[in-house]
Every structure is written in structure tokens, then in C-alpha cells.
T-cell receptor, first 111, second 114 residues
């Protein structure tokens, strides 16, 4: 019940395309859903996060879509660029408690 | 979110020695910090939750006598890998829980035990 399932494991997108990564969770007590971007040899950096009272949040080229009834949330990267090539992790937590991470998605944007 | 500094960024040590990794919250008094371990091409695995002024809470399967965590102040938590062995070689990352319950990660420490 504590798991967050992330897909796909890897993704190749053409420059300018849309990258879509999906996550699903079981624990309905989760109330914080962030997405992190990680480059090799670096710690994860917060991209965007959402709380369950909102169905969508957009920040620049990054959008989170959240479906509470389906217990799913996804990250959309619009106009994907080679610099977006990284590993992306979804996560979930109950306010003030530890983060539960998805397995990660390796994104490669081809120029 | 908080500003987090982790040091060192990489360390090589001999088998049997101990290594200390520091995690500092530079602009926020963090009562809670987290320590993670990450193997190549894998996700982050939570090792322990570090609470200021009290003992750390370790995740199941993590040896508390091997991975000593000290959170003696609101700005500093340390992870000491004791009697390190090659299988302890990994990427260790700390995280600070900020005032808005967001999480900021350090830049990570690459530990290589030879």
C-alpha cells in the first residue's frame, strides 16, 4: 500500500515532443505528490508538486495531471529539449512524513 | 524550499575504516532530515529519518550500528558509515523537510570503498 508504481522505465522523445510519465499509488492518505529530476551524480531536484485538491498544475513546460479517483498522476513535459534528458522520479507522502519514490524513468530527448 | 549542503561530494576510503558525511540546512532550522542510498540506475532507498535531539528512526533492514546518524543541531545531520566494506559503496543523499513540508535534497556523496 506504500508503493508508488512508475512507468515507463525509459522513454525516448524527439526534440520538441511531449514526454509523459505516469505514476499510480494505493494509499489514499497520501497528500503530497512531487516530481523530481535527477542528473547523473547529482541529488534529485524538485520540478513540480501537487496536492490532491487540485487536478492540474502547470509550471512552465512542466504539468502535473492528478486523477484522485483513479489514484494516478502524471508528468507532462512540453516541447522537450535535449537538456531535459535525465531521470525523473515521482513520489508521494503523507504530510510531514517520509517520501515514497517511484522506480524512476530515464528520459532521453533526441535532437 | 530549504537550501541544503552535503559534504563531501565524493570520498574513497579503505575497507574497515569509517566515513562521515555531513548534511547542512543553510537557511532553515530543520527538525527532520532524511538519509537515502541510491545504487546505479535505481531509485532512492530511504535509510533513516533523522530527528533533531532524538535517535534516528531506521528503515527495516538498515543496520543502525553500521550507519550512525547524528542530528545534534537544527542545521546539521551526519551519517557515519562505520567499518566500511566494498558493498557499502553507493551514492548517499540527504534531504531536508522544509517549513511547507516540501523536501529539498543535497547534492549527494559518492562513497567508494576499496
Amino acid at each position: 500500500q506504500q508503493q508508488v508504481k512508475q512507468s515507463p522505465q525509459s522513454l525516448i522523445v524527439q526534440k520538441g515532443g511531449i514526454s509523459i510519465i505516469n505514476c499510480a499509488y494505493e494509499n489514499t492518505a497520501f497528500d503530497y505528490f512531487p516530481w523530481y529530476q535527477q542528473f547523473p551524480g547529482k541529488g534529485p531536484a524538485l520540478l513540480i508538486a501537487i496536492r490532491p485538491d487540485v487536478s492540474e498544475k502547470k509550471e512552465g513546460r512542466f504539468t502535473i495531471s492528478f486523477n484522485k479517483s483513479a489514484k494516478q498522476f502524471s508528468l507532462h513535459i512540453m516541447d522537450s529539449q535535449p537538456g531535459d534528458s535525465a531521470t525523473y522520479f515521482c513520489a508521494a507522502s503523507i504530510r510531514g512524513n517520509k517520501l515514497v519514490f517511484g522506480a524512476g524513468t530515464i528520459l532521453r530527448v533526441k535532437s | 524550499g530549504a537550501v541544503v549542503s552535503q559534504h563531501p561530494s565524493w570520498v574513497i576510503c579503505k575497507s574497515g575504516t569509517s566515513v562521515k558525511i555531513e548534511c547542512r540546512s543553510l537557511d532553515f532550522q530543520a527538525t527532520t532530515m532524511f538519509w537515502y542510498r541510491q545504487f546505479p540506475k535505481q531509485s532512492l532507498m530511504l535509510m533513516a529519518t533523522s530527528n533533531e535531539g532524538s535517535k534516528a528512526t531506521y528503515e527495516q533492514g538498515v543496520e543502525k550500528d553500521k550507519f550512525l546518524i547524528n542530528h545534534a543541531s537544527l542545521t546539521l545531520s551526519t551519517l557515519t558509515v562505520t567499518s566500511a566494506h566494498p558493498e557499502d559503496s553507493s551514492f548517499y543523499i540527504c534531504s531536508v523537510m522544509g517549513r511547507d513540508y516540501g523536501y529539498t535534497f543535497g547534492s549527494g556523496t559518492r562513497l567508494t570503498v576499496v
